[in-house]
């Protein structure tokens, strides 16, 4: 068995496909495709199923994959570390992360990651949805839980709340009643994220507060539910960086500042590896230092 051919392999599923496989290891794709259909070839099994959209493992190919992709991320693992030694850091960090917290904190501290170290290049996917946290082809995965989290073979570590406000606009406000207390949010219509059911709130004297919804529109969308906000078609809790320029043009009200909402946790899902590698300390590193206006934890 050439191990080549296997480590082409496990970065097909760890990558997500041929095309992301052959850039990690700068090889044309071509190889990569040829190493792996030697390696069926030679085992006699069909180790991938490839669909237009993604290349998954069969249940001999995860099988394989189980067993021998450890030995070649050690081995990545001591080729990073041995490179650290020498105040090298090089390779493609590959990052995902909800919308509210990669378009307003990661852009800056990749930037200045990639002025700093001439060989690294970062690959940044900022979705709208919950991040699969058993996606392989990341280095880190940022994910927002407010339950406990999910097995995933990965190491959680939470690094961010995120302070959110309750927030209207102008025009709702002028044609309801007054908000004053957390309980004045029950019978307004709300502008809700899929996952939620209820908003709490901690009062002055340490009092907890907890409002059932009405949600007049779900989705796990932060700028849509801004946007139908601004229109507005109800209240809505969002970070409160992703509202601070239209609450001072005028078009969007914070309401019950005085009492504190429930934050928006966010978790650095890393692979379940011994060594840290790196490019994605020093990026955490970064992260922390450079963002005064989210809570650390």
Excluded at 160 to 184: K, N, W, Y
Excluded at 228 to 240: D, F, H, K, M, P
Aim: proline fraction near 6%; aromatic fraction near 6%; charged fraction near 25%.
């Amino acid at each position: 068995m050439d191990w080549n051919d296997l480590d082409a392999f496990c970065c097909v599923i760890e990558h997500g496909g041929f095309t992301a496989a052959a850039k990690a290891m700068s090889r044309p794709k071509s190889s990569v495709s040829a190493s792996v259909s030697r390696l069926e070839g030679e085992l006699g099994t069909r180790l991938l199923q490839r669909t237009t959209r993604r290349v998954r493992p069969t249940e001999a190919g995860e099988s394989l994959y189980q067993d021998t992709a450890t030995m070649f991320q050690r081995l990545r693992e001591m080729r990073a570390d041995a490179m650290a030694r020498g105040k090298a850091v090089a390779g493609t960090l590959r990052i995902a992360a909800p919308y509210e917290f990669g378009a307003h904190h990661l852009g800056a501290v990749a930037c200045d990651m990639l002025a700093r170290y001439a060989d690294l290049r970062i690959d940044i996917d900022v979705e709208h949805g919950r991040i699969d946290p058993l996606d392989r082809r990341y280095d880190i995965v940022f994910s927002t839980y407010d339950e406990d989290l999910p097995d995933s073979g990965r190491i959680a570590r939470r690094i961010f709340a995120l302070p959110r406000g309750i927030f209207a606009s102008p025009a709702f406000l002028e044609r309801t009643h007054p908000v004053r207390r957390p309980e004045d949010l029950a019978d307004l219509p709300a502008i809700a994220h899929t996952a939620d059911a209820q908003w709490s709130f901690t009062g002055s004297a340490g009092a907890v507060h907890t409002v059932p919804m009405r949600p007049r529109m779900r989705s796990p969308n932060a700028d849509v539910r801004r946007r139908a906000t601004v229109e507005g078609l109800g209240v809505s809790r969002i970070v409160l960086t992703f509202c601070a320029d239209l609450v001072k043009q005028g078009r969007l009200v914070q309401l019950l500042p005085d009492y504190g909402c429930t934050p928006l946790r966010i978790y650095a899902l890393l692979p379940g590896r011994r060594l840290m590698p790196p490019k994605v300390r020093l990026f955490l590193e970064a992260l922390e230092a450079a963002a005064p206006l989210v809570e650390k934890s």
